[in-house]
């Protein structure tokens, strides 16, 4: 018999390559022999594939079977090739149509009752699949309306192997097989798409409320220190909640990397950004992403077009957190492998939080520290100069008292739906500057093309006090340009064509405005 060739994908990171499934049947002694680089759990794909295949009623032929996964230098992870793997060696028997089989990408996990098992990732594979040129994709019945949620492409749920060789024109004894349910992964603390609070319930803070506008309309790091109890994280909570809608890009990216992540979607596309909080034990792996078989997203990645949230940022290991500085800039991570390397987005605001002291007290009129100086020092020296230098905004939030209570009770606070209309118009009139440009927020544009080709720089009376700061080492040059971008966003929600003397001020208090 011919040699039959069908499709699968592999993926490393978020980007999927095309793998070419071939198999070939020759009269010797059986046999079953997978090559082209598989790990350990594709290679047991042979004991897999023939035992579903005798039990899905569509048995091997007792012969010498050799499959190749092409191109062999590309590593192959996983059980997510087990259906090409099988219809490729049916349709080398001659049970199906290998026109029909080469013109199909199939991707799915064989159980060994011959029915379909739901994979990790369906989605970035399929996304492959259609940018490689393919515009039919088999899946497991539970993968696919995940599937469908990629445009362009027609979607084949089955439920088992025996479906996908009926529909590739083999004639069998009809069974019907009940298809295997997606695992219940649902995430208590999962907050995609979902309004955490309202803005307005924040009492007594207009200026932290004011720089979270600022932080949202540009899209600006922020640093929230404070007592405890002022506020910081119910604040941090409200950020997703003013950032505006996803377009259709950024929300399959997202879906991508929670399916990627074993958190496929539940009811759709969310177009809502992502939050993401994790907790002070995570590692350094579990920040960024990684794995020793399949490299997977971290918290960083998740957060991607949305908020990463570290609260009690002085808790996390100083590894952990300085494992941020490469994606704050580059807005990708990149995971380094002996045989690969596995890039992801990472394009996210970063919010930490933290109390000035061990004790939380100090700065507080009503309760004494008890933290020696030096202690406090230690403390906030867990995060690292270099960490805080890339964050924009940097605010202390105070306690609120009695009467800012009675005030706040008085004078509501801006909603969340109002503050989003504000980012929204802000973003739009950034947008609008940036046209012909790779960027699309006051954050996102490199400083010296700020200064120099952007023709964005004030200059003049208005950045005077900056220049000052610069000249006297209170700000770093990365400092420099961030406070002119942040006091480009203030221009921005106020309405002005160019930010003026009290933007730069106001800018510049947003930076260095971390003492009680």
Same mark, same amino acid.
């Given at each position: 018999m011919p040699v039959a060739r069908t499709r699968s994908v592999a993926l490393l990171g978020l980007a999927g390559s095309i793998v070419e499934v071939e198999a070939d049947l020759?009269?010797?002694?059986?046999?079953?022999?997978?090559?082209?680089?598989?790990?350990?759990?594709? @290679?047991?794909?042979?004991?897999?594939?023939?035992?579903?295949?005798?039990?899905?009623?569509?048995?091997?032929?007792?012969?010498?079977?050799?499959?190749?996964?092409?191109?062999?230098?590309?590593?192959?992870? @996983?059980?997510?090739?087990d259906l090409a793997i099988a219809v490729a060696c049916l349709a080398a028997a001659g049970e199906i149509s290998s026109e029909s089989v080469e013109r199909v990408v199939h991707l799915g996990e064989l159980g060994l009752d011959g029915r379909l098992r739901p994979i990790d990732g369906i989605l970035p594979a399929v996304l492959a699949a259609v940018r490689a040129g393919y515009d039919t994709v088999m899946v497991p019945a539970a993968n696919a309306d995940e599937a469908r949620l990629v445009p362009g492409v027609a979607v084949l749920g089955v439920a088992s192997l025996l479906d996908a060789a009926v529909h590739h024109g083999g004639v069998f004894d009809s069974r019907v097989f009940e298809p295997v349910p997606a695992p219940d992964r649902a995430d208590p603390d999962d907050r995609l798409g979902e309004p955490v609070g309202d803005l307005a319930d924040v009492a007594g803070n207009d200026s932290a409320v004011e720089a979270l506008l600022a932080a949202a309309a540009g899209g600006h790091h922020v640093f929230l220190l404070g007592p405890p109890g002022a506020g910081k994280t119910m604040l941090a909570s409200r950020l997703p909640g003013i950032l505006p809608d996803l377009d259709a890009e950024e929300a399959l990216e997202v879906a991508s990397l929670r399916s990627l992540a074993g958190r496929p979607p539940r009811s759709g596309l969310s177009r809502r950004p992502p939050f993401e909080a994790p907790h002070h034990t995570a590692t350094a792996a579990a920040m960024v992403g990684g794995g020793s078989r399949l490299i997977r997203p971290g918290a960083a990645a998740r957060a991607s077009h949305g908020v990463l949230f570290l609260d009690e940022a002085p808790e996390f290991p100083s590894a952990v957190l300085d494992v941020l500085r490469q994606p704050l800039e580059s807005g990708t991570v990149a995971i380094h492998r002996a045989n690969a390397v596995a890039s992801f987005p990472a394009r996210f605001q970063l919010v930490l939080a933290a109390n000035p002291c061990p004790c939380g007290n100090h700065g507080s009129k009503a309760i004494d520290c008890t933290c020696p100086p030096a202690a406090r020092r230690r403390y906030l020296a867990r995060i690292s100069g270099p960490l805080l230098d890339r964050l924009d905004v940097?605010?202390?939030?105070?306690?609120?008292?009695?009467?800012?209570?009675?005030?706040?009770?008085?004078?509501?606070?801006?909603s969340t739906a109002v503050a989003r209309e504000r980012v929204i118009e802000a973003r739009a009139r950034a947008a609008r500057?940036?046209? @012909?440009?790779?960027?699309?927020?006051?954050?996102?544009?490199?400083?010296?093309?700020?200064?120099?080709?952007?023709?964005?720089?004030?200059?003049?009376?208005?950045?005077?006090?900056?220049?000052?700061?610069?000249e006297l080492g209170g700000v770093t040059m990365r400092g420099y340009d961030r406070i002119l971008k942040v006091s480009w966003t203030l221009a921005d929600l106020e309405g002005a064509s160019a930010p003026g003397l009290e933007h730069v001020g106001r800018a510049l208090f947003l930076r260095k405005g971390l003492q009680p």
């Open positions: 020759s009269a010797q002694l059986p046999a079953f022999i997978i090559i082209g680089l598989p790990d350990a759990a594709l @290679g047991e794909a042979r004991d897999r594939v023939r035992a579903a295949a005798v039990n899905a009623g569509c048995p091997l032929p007792q012969r010498r079977l050799t499959v190749n996964l092409s191109p062999a230098a590309l590593p192959k992870h @996983g059980s997510g090739f940097q605010l202390w939030v105070p306690r609120i008292t009695a009467a800012g209570l009675r005030v706040a009770a008085e004078q509501p606070g801006v500057r940036l046209r @012909g440009t790779p960027w699309r927020t006051n954050a996102q544009m490199p400083g010296p093309w700020l200064r120099g080709a952007g023709g964005l720089h004030p200059g003049g009376r208005a950045t005077a006090d900056l220049d000052r700061a610069l």
